[in-house]
């Protein structure tokens, strides 16, 4: 099948990439001529395993383009997806100018009848908006159908994820359309689920806030952990074998950030309040969430009585590992806080330390863990990057001025950290071992 897929951030060069892999014909189309000139040379302008090798793949074997020529690539295909940005707007509604924008061109450029996919997290209606845009802008009686086929993959496995989604939604006003978009996922052999535009919309709002308030909920529970002398991963353990509750997302840490869970939660609050429908649930999750980076700093400035003058390695600026994404990072709001109070910030993360020297050029960035860790009073893990979990405790310790670790996603085994001779620290778990 003929496919043009506007946009090359994750969503869509993953999506692009796949597709051809499956066999199909695919344009890539991005309005960034640097980008598309970086992948035309092979590279990915995001860092994520197996992309590349994907785009070798797909150009090597003529499957696979990269263009900034829309129209030209709409006239070409037979199903045309949107994986265009919605960032978030002040008021928490997603912009929708890229989405627009798009529409429009793409309404220009019609020359047959075209499957048009919203693969960008949109709001309920966005569907319908999409269709009369571009029946509006469209020269001639348009012959179009609008499907919305979310996306569900995570940054960091998104190729993984792609090839293997737990279920692939397809919400169409019509059989014609769903078909030809099954047939695309077809050669999956995953779940489909055909439901009409706005259950398909809403199907990804309510996954994501879904998740989010998981998480949001285990980090409500890890603050009574704290209190009560509980170990709230010995907690989450215990509510994780009840199948009707399952493990995942239960990691109580510094809160979720990146690209979709806080601006997806301030989204349907902000379609909730639209539709006069209250999303009180998800103001907590906002709340608990918002809590956690401050919670974590006021904890590292009573053990150390107070910031000033204080050293802090942070291990882990990524909002999660195997990712350079910074955005909603927890590390940017806790470096704020640390820095405001007059702490000085050692930092290393593997992946993304140089796009943090653009946000903070006056920092210490360090070669790796031990480096930061240098003359440190205390070491804050921030992002859960598999290495840290392999750190020598003995070794670090070595370097430090003071003895203090604080485990902001709760990776060591306290006794093991304590053994190495530093004090830990983590979140919703008890300071102190347990008596016999
Ligand atoms: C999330 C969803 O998981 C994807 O299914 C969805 O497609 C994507 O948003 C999207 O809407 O595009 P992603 O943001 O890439 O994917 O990352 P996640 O792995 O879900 O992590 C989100 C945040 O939650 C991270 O900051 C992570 O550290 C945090 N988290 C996750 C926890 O604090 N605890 C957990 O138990 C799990």
Known sequence: MNICVVGTGYVGLVTGVVFADLGNEVV????????????????????????????????????????????????????????????SLPSGDPDMGQVEQVAREIAGALNGYKIIVNKSTVP??????????????????????????????????AVYDTFNPDRIVIGATNQRAAMKIME?????????????????????????????????????????????????????????????????????????????????VAALISTGDKYECDMGILRSVQKVNDAQPVHFVSKIRDTLGGLKGKTIALLGLAFKPNTDDLRDAKSIEITALLTKEGATVRA??????????????????????????????????????NEFKQLNLERLRAVMRQPYLFDGRNIYNPARVRAAGLVYEGIGRPREPERA
């Open 184 to 264: 695309l996922y077809a050669p999956l052999e995953r779940p489909m689920l055909m439901t009409d535009l706005a259950s398909a919309e809403l199907i990804k709002y309510a996954s994501n806030c879904f998740l989010a308030l998981k998480i949001s909920y285990i980090n409500a529970i890890s603050r009574l952990c704290e209190k009560a002398g509980a170990d709230v991963t010995l907690v989450a353990k215990g509510m994780g074998y009840d199948q009707r509750i399952g493990a995942a997302f239960l990691q109580a840490g510094l809160g979720y950030g990146g690209s979709c869970f806080p601006k997806d």
């Open 348 to 385: 290393f993360d593997p992946a993304a330390a140089e796009r943090f020297e653009s946000l903070y050029p006056q920092l210490y960035y360090a070669a790796n863990a031990y480096d930061a860790a240098e003359g440190a009073d205390a070491v804050a893990l921030v992002t859960e990057w």
């Open 124 to 157: 309920v209606g966005s569907g319908n908006y999409v269709r009369d845009l571009i029946t509006r802008y469209a020269a001639a009686d348009v012959d179009i159908d609008v499907v919305s086929n979310p996306e569900f993959l995570r940054e960091g496995q």
């Open 28 to 87: 890539c189309v991005d309005k960034d001529e640097r980008k598309v000139e970086l992948l035309r040379s092979g590279r990915s302008p995001i860092y994520e395993p197996g992309v590349e090798e994907l785009i070798g793949r797909g150009m090597e074997e003529g499957r696979l383009r990269f263009s900034t020529d829309l129209a030209r690539a709409v006239r070409e295909s037979e199903v045309v997806f949107i994986a265009v940005g919605t960032p």
